[in-house]
């Protein structure tokens, strides 16, 4: 009795700190494509994938490489264990990094310090009322100021003035959920 009273109150800690967790989108599965160009013309794609709220993530960019020189791509999948793992090209393994967040829903002090993030405003994008942001993050040589415009915790726009670059949504589709084996880390 004793035995199970104690794993009762195991799992219900657990879902309770679970619970607490603040999500990072304020829907709970979604397909995010996104453009980018940068000043010189080059375009990359993006497509998100998030579920849980987005404590699991799966991006991955494409790039045109310009001149004929074909295309570079690179997947990231970021968990709950506090990791993202970058794929090798082949797919079939992948390197561990700490996991770097941005909560535009529920932004540490720490993260909008470093970042030195503040709201600038609202603004509707499309048919979507929007946060504005404005950012100041450290880059190698220099701080890039970012623009963002954000719609349940997800940028589906923003600007950089330099190296001058603007992203925008091509689509946002939500789902009720997604394939487990998209957010599987090859061993």
């Known amino acids: 009795m004793k035995k199970s009273f104690s794993i009762l109150l195991c799992v ?15 829907i709970k599965c979604a397909i995010v494509k996104t453009v980018t160009e940068n000043s010189g013309g080059q375009k990359s794609y993006t497509t998100l994938w998030f579920d849980d709220y987005g404590a699991k ?6 790039m045109d490489m310009g001149s004929g020189m074909g295309e ?4 990231t999948i970021s968990l709950p264990d506090g990791k993202s793992y970058m794929l090798d090209r082949s ?3 992948a390197k ?7 909560n535009y829903l529920d932004m540490s002090e720490k993260v909008a310090k470093s970042r030195k993030a503040k709201v600038i405003g609202e603004e509707k994008v499309g048919s979507r009322m929007c946060t504005k942001w404005e950012e100041h993050v450290k880059q190698i ?12 915790g997800i940028p589906i726009k923003y600007t950089v003035d330099n190296p001058r670059s603007t992203t925008t949504l091509v689509s946002l589709e939500q789902k009720s959920s997604l394939p487990a084996s998209l957010f599987t880390v090859p061993k």
């Open 91 to 93: 797919g079939k393994s």
């Open 72 to 75: 570079a791509k690179w997947v």
């Open 96 to 102: 561990a990094n700490p996991r770097v967040d941005v």
């Open 57 to 62: 993530e799966r991006s991955e960019v494409t």
């Open 12 to 26: 219900l800690a657990a879902t309770a700190a679970i619970a607490q967790t603040p999500h990072k989108y304020g």
């Open 141 to 152: 040589l220099h701080t890039a100021t970012v623009t963002s415009w954000v719609w349940k």
